[in-house]
């Protein structure tokens, strides 16, 4: 993992196939070291039972050492090949050396990569995948767990190993086009889902957060013709873009159209409704006018009724008989003729006598 495990671990970043551990970690045995031992076991096998009590107790003070778990580690011990059951955090801490071993076992969020992972589709086409990045998590409440049941070396076995069959029962089961082009951007959930099912089955501890799949290598004739149609795809999405430009501006201008239509129509409403309101108002102005005209020549005719109407009975009450007499006589002055003879007495005789029959006649 990243960063390795610490305390002389193992890092498995990119490699493909890391081998196994053959021992506990940190157990290393110089010449001097095991001269040292064989020292201790004479003196021990010299002395007597108190003797070696107090001696081994003197000898391990002596000789216990510090060793440091670096942040976000924590650290497992072996004594003897066996793994104890203390987990110490991250700090210093002392350990009796040659027989005591100690791991840092990082807790924090890591990546593997795993690297090189060659597949068969189901046509038969041999692809491989340059690198796939693995980011996983081991909980500190089952590294003790995780540690006894699958060593230090537990990403192994279920992210490196775990990747390599994952990936070729995709492949095997997936064509070419399906692993390279279709399917291509679900490998990563695929890959999180399968490894992160059995995890949770067999080793709880591991979580899964993340995969990474970098695209696969097919052989280059093949990615010839995948170039090849890839640019006759961009062609034709090219003219299927152009033809949605064209569509888009026939479709413009058809909007524009009907929407040009509907403003003149609109203006054209608007403009005979003002012709409208105006014939009707020159309407009402014109029979405003009318009546009233028609009521002042009604008054005229009423006044002009009403003073003939006065007058007639004024010129009633004028026909008396003097009156008679005084315009028969005004008439006769005014006349310029000159009448000479005898009979111009009688004349003027017989206009009073016509005038005295008017009145009795009354």
Not at 64 to 82: F, M
Not at 134 to 139: E, F, G, P
Not at 216 to 222: D, F, M
């Amino acid at each position: 993992m990243d960063g390795g495990r610490g305390g002389g671990g193992v890092a498995w970043n990119n490699r493909t196939s890391p081998s196994p551990r053959p021992r506990p970690p940190n157990v290393e045995f110089s010449s001097s070291a095991a001269n040292l031992t064989s020292v201790i076991a004479v003196l021990i096998v010299a002395v007597s039972g108190e003797q070696i009590a107090s001696f081994s107790l003197s000898l391990c003070a002596n000789v216990a050492i510090l060793h440091q778990i670096p942040e976000g580690h924590v650290g497992v011990y072996w004594r003897g090949g066996a793994l104890l059951k203390t987990i110490t955090g991250p700090g210093f801490h002392s350990m009796i050396p040659f027989l005591t071993q100690y791991e840092a076992i990082q807790t924090t969020i890591q990546t593997d990569q795993v690297r090189d992972i060659p597949c068969g589709t189901k046509g038969g086409v041999m692809i491989s995948f340059e690198k796939i990045e693995v980011v996983n998590r081991l909980n500190k409440e089952y590294v003790y767990d995780t540690i006894l049941e699958f060593g230090v070396s537990y990403d192994k076995t279920w992210i490196y190993d775990k990747i390599h069959h994952e990936i070729n029962q995709f492949c095997s089961s997936h064509s070419l086009q399906e692993v390279y082009i279709d399917k291509f951007d679900q490998i990563d959930e695929i890959m999180k889902e399968a490894i992160q099912r059995d995890c949770t089955r067999y080793a709880p501890g591991i979580e899964i957060i993340g995969v990474r799949v970098t695209k696969p290598k097919i052989p280059a004739s093949i990615a010839r013709n995948y170039e090849i149609m890839e640019e006759e795809r961009t062609k034709v999405l090219i003219a299927v873009e152009k033809q949605k430009v064209v569509e888009k501006e026939a479709e413009t201008n058809k909007k524009r159209a009907v929407t040009d239509a509907e403003r003149d129509a609109k203006v054209s409403e608007i403009l005979m409704a003002q012709r409208v309101m105006e014939k009707e108002s020159t309407k009402k102005q014109e029979e405003i006018e009318n009546q009233i005209y028609l009521a002042r020549e009604r008054s005229l005719a009423d006044a002009n009724f009403y003073r003939v109407l006065r007058e007639a009975e004024a010129n009633k009450l004028k026909l008396t008989p003097e009156f008679l007499e005084l315009k028969f006589i005004e008439a006769i002055a005014d006349n310029t003729k000159m009448f000479f003879g005898e009979k111009v007495p009688s004349m003027v005789m017989d206009q009073r006598l016509l005038g005295n029959l008017l009145e009795s006649g009354q």
